[in-house]
């Protein structure tokens, strides 16, 4: 019964360079939600997608930031062109259908250079 | 926007002594969570709760939900070392973002 799983644990990027971030939600679970947490901040939402759609962006910036949930595969948030401010961790989680309650990921730190 | 306060921010107490955390809000929510997140890991979900009163145990954890579903507690009773971590709140609706409170950090000394 395995958990949500993230990779990369750990990325380190230059500024300027891409990043993609992936996210394999549980078994059965439908939703994803990417959330960012910076040094010294809380938890803050980013996204939220359901297979091939995104439901909520809310916390998104506006540029550079980007997510999807395709119909196979691991969900992505993708970073272009990142700067210093982008180094965080940053956390997917998933839940089933018909719940309130969200189960995360151990998370990606990463680092920008 | 929702808001999430907890209180205290930090809380450093002896083994055995108990201690309550406070979360809370403004806003109404349809369900609060808390969460327990260690050092370069990510959060993990000790409970939900999403009546209005409602009080849960997990083991020597007692989680409350404020009668108006503004606010919550998490009681723990005769801590030790082992509970030492960061302590968070999330508040949510129905298939929704949840809205974290800052934590509260929490360490047990033997």
């Known amino acids: 019964n395995a958990g949500v799983m993230q990779n990369p644990r750990h990325l380190v990027r230059r500024r300027g360079q891409e990043a993609r971030l992936r996210c394999s939600p549980m078994k059965g679970h439908s939703h994803v939600y990417w959330y960012r947490q910076l040094p010294e901040e809380g938890l803050k939402f980013m996204v939220y997608l359901q297979k091939e759609n995104i439901i909520d962006e809310s916390g998104m910036p506006k540029e550079r930031f980007s997510a999807e949930f395709p119909k196979e595969g691991p969900s992505i948030l993708r970073i272009q062109q990142v700067v210093r401010g982008d180094s965080a961790a940053y956390f997917c989680a998933s839940s089933p259908l018909d719940s309130y309650e969200q189960y995360f990921g151990p998370g990606t730190r990463l680092t920008v250079t | 926007t929702q808001l999430l306060e907890q209180s205290p921010q930090f809380l450093s107490i002896q083994e055995g002594e108990n201690l309550t955390v406070y979360c809370n809000s403004s806003?109404?929510?349809?369900?609060l969570q808390w969460y327990r997140q260690e050092p370069g890991e990510g959060p993990v979900l000790l409970v939900t709760?999403?009546?209005?009163?409602e009080v849960k145990k997990l083991k020597r954890l007692t989680f409350q939900f404020g009668d108006a579903r503004k606010d919550s507690s998490l009681h723990i009773t005769a801590a030790q070392p082992g509970d030492t971590g960061l302590y968070l709140c999330?508040?949510?609706?129905?298939?929704?973002?949840?809205?974290f409170g800052a934590g509260t950090i929490l360490r047990v000394k033997s």
């Open positions: 709760v999403v009546t209005g009163g």
């Open positions: 806003s109404v929510f349809s369900s």
């Open positions: 999330a508040g949510g609706r129905y298939g929704n973002k949840l809205v």
